[in-house]
């Protein structure tokens, strides 16, 4: 009885593990699922949060309680913002002379119904608002006359326009395009003003004379862009009539030139750069490889690096020994080049290449790094020259936002809007001209 006892308790245990085994391996499988599905969610939010994102669209952090707190305690602690400053005149905002001075007037007072004579002072509301009728039909009568001496039809020279819309409406159109787009929306919207027969198709033309007419503003930014010491470049997707395309972006401080193509290959940034002899300062595209003066991005290095740098300690502590030496670079970048300091930090940038070797799951970020060599460090042997990229990402950003609103460009007039007008707008802005004045003079 006793063996048959024993016998029988170590069936039961057997029977037991056998169900913890598999109790252990369904949670075993759950877990193993449950990382499948945190993988793809990560691989899916990656394509909306990466290296490529600026900074302004990344996903923004979840800040702890304990923070939160102490950020609160801190503000608490601050002195109230002071408000507008003492003997300020209209906080800061700038107004223009007044095209017209309108005077209100009391002949008797509104309380005792007495004469109130002259008045002793006035006050003064500046308004700016558009007339009450935005958009005017003016006939212009053109007189003529009979020449004394020839006996020919003589009258004046008038600087109108070839059909029945004026300059000002035109360059409107034009403005509102830039920001919408949208034909239908800029004709409904300028209906609405007192411009009753402007249709879409009246949209279109104004735009497409616009783009014959800008164009050599834009060839002489193409010209004045290669004087320059140094240029951004980047590329962003863009499609032709539902098929892949891009547009390039090439930037300078005061200069913008885009260019609509069907490819990404380097052979239209070389068309278009033709004889510059300056530096070009871009990210880690092989498209640029071709240039040999080239300064690479570091602040698109430190976002590639840094979610690496998430997941993995060991990718992390070198992530820290290039964000020190980033810093550095920005103080050698405000002086004359000094060539000890220079191969000091070549030796570092190498030293942090040869710790990431071993490291599993850098590798990515050790070819980025190796493929740049000695590329980013150019911009401290040239003045002026930024050790970052950004400029060009900022600047593109219209571009992406037009990508957005309409998906792609449908035909040639679509790429030659983006290589002309918003080249030309875009330079304007940069350099703080009045677009709507610029346009008004453009002959069409």
């Not at 369904?26 to 993988?39: G, T």
């Not at 290296?51 to 309680?65: C, D, F, G, V």
């Not at 509102?176 to 279109?204: M, Y």
Request: aromatic residues 10%; positive net charge.
């Amino acid at each position: 009885m006793g063996w048959c006892s024993e016998e029988h308790q170590m069936t039961s245990w057997r029977q037991r593990l056998r169900e913890k085994d598999r109790i252990i391996e369904a949670q075993q499988k759950e877990i193993d699922e449950l990382k499948e599905e945190i993988r793809k969610i990560k691989q899916y939010l990656k394509a909306f949060d990466n290296a490529h994102t600026p900074s302004s669209k990344q996903l923004k952090k979840n800040i702890r309680e304990s923070d939160s707190k102490d950020k609160e305690s801190e503000e608490k602690k601050k002195p109230r913002f002071p408000g507008k400053p003492k003997c300020s005149n209209g906080g800061g905002i700038k107004l223009p002379k007044p095209d017209d001075v309108i005077e209100h007037k009391l002949d008797v007072c509104p309380i005792s119904g007495k004469p109130l004579g002259e008045p002793v002072g006035y006050r003064v509301k500046t308004i700016i608002d558009f007339p009450d009728k935005p958009i005017q039909t003016i006939e212009h009568r053109i007189m003529q006359y009979i020449s004394p001496e020839t006996g020919e039809i003589v009258e004046a020279k008038v600087d109108l326009s070839r059909d029945i819309y004026g300059k000002n409406i035109k360059s409107i159109a034009i403005m509102l395009k830039n920001l919408t787009n949208s034909h239908d929306k800029i004709s409904d919207f300028l209906r609405e003003l007192g411009a009753p027969s402007f249709s879409s198709k009246t949209v279109q033309n104004i735009a497409t004379s616009y783009i014959f007419a800008l164009e050599p503003i834009q060839k002489n930014i193409i010209h004045e862009l290669k004087k320059e010491s140094y240029l951004h470049s980047d590329e962003t997707g863009f499609r032709e009539d539902g098929k892949n395309g891009y547009v390039w972006g090439i930037f300078t401080k005061t200069q913008a030139i885009f260019l609509a193509v069907k490819s990404r290959a380097a052979k239209h940034f070389i068309k278009l750069i033709r004889n510059f002899k300056g530096v070009i300062v871009v990210d880690g595209y092989g498209g640029y490889d071709f240039y040999p003066l080239k300064q690479r991005c570091w602040a698109h290095l430190i976002r590639e690096f840094k979610e690496l740098a998430k997941e993995n300690p060991e990718i992390d502590v070198q992530f820290r020994r290039l964000l020190i030496l980033y810093e550095k670079l920005k103080e050698m970048n405000t002086g004359p080049p000094i060539e000890k300091e220079i191969d000091d930090a070549k030796w570092i940038l190498a030293d942090i290449l040869t710790c990431l070797k071993p490291i599993k799951g850098a590798k990515k970020i050790w070819t980025y790094i190796k493929n740049g060599g000695n590329d980013w460090f150019t911009a401290l042997y040239y003045e002026g020259v930024p050790l970052h990229n950004n400029h060009a990402e900022r600047e593109l950003r219209s571009v992406v936002l037009l990508r957005k609103a309409i998906g792609c460009y449908r035909n040639w007039k679509g790429k030659r809007w983006i290589d002309v007008v918003i080249s030309t707008i875009h330079t304007w802005k940069l350099q703080g001209q009045n677009i709507f004045q610029n346009l008004r003079v453009i002959q069409i």
